[in-house]
């Protein structure tokens, strides 16, 4: 059973930077496919962004393009989130997702193993 563990949320001034990690452990198939998602209060869960096995294919939320970044570390099976330029739009609770397949997916329904989330808030 693949277990996700995200990490470096927290609050931030608008405007500023945070780096969400996520730890996969448990599994074989643990460096397949990852995304992100965020559930604002109140809102349902939407993707924010996604990376394929190879990390070579990344696919954004318009609403974070520009100002975010996935990236992997493959030998620490570790996802990471870049976030920059913040604004209160931001403020979510954030799930780190895994796939078994290498393809990288914005649909939620398509990913098998979830974190438990981490809270971003944003200060304006």
């Known amino acids: 059973q693949v277990h996700l563990v995200e990490s470096g949320g927290g609050l931030v001034q608008a405007g500023g930077s945070l780096r969400l990690s996520c730890a996969a452990s448990g599994g074989t198939e643990v460096s397949s496919a990852m995304g992100w998602f965020r559930q604002a209060p109140g809102k349902e869960r939407e993707f924010v962004a996604t990376?394929?096995?190879?990390?070579?294919?990344?696919d954004y939320a318009d609403s974070v393009k520009g100002r975010f970044t996935i990236s992997r570390d493959k030998r620490k099976n570790t996802v990471y989130l870049q976030m920059n330029s913040l604004n209160s739009d931001d403020t979510a609770v954030y799930y780190c997702?895994?796939?078994?397949?290498?393809?990288?997916?914005?649909?939620?329904?398509?990913?098998?193993?979830w974190g438990q989330g981490t809270q971003v808030t944003v200060s304006s």
């Open positions: 990376i394929n096995k190879s990390g070579s294919t990344t």
């Open positions: 997702a895994g796939r078994r397949s290498v393809q990288a997916a914005i649909m939620s329904t398509f990913y098998d193993y």
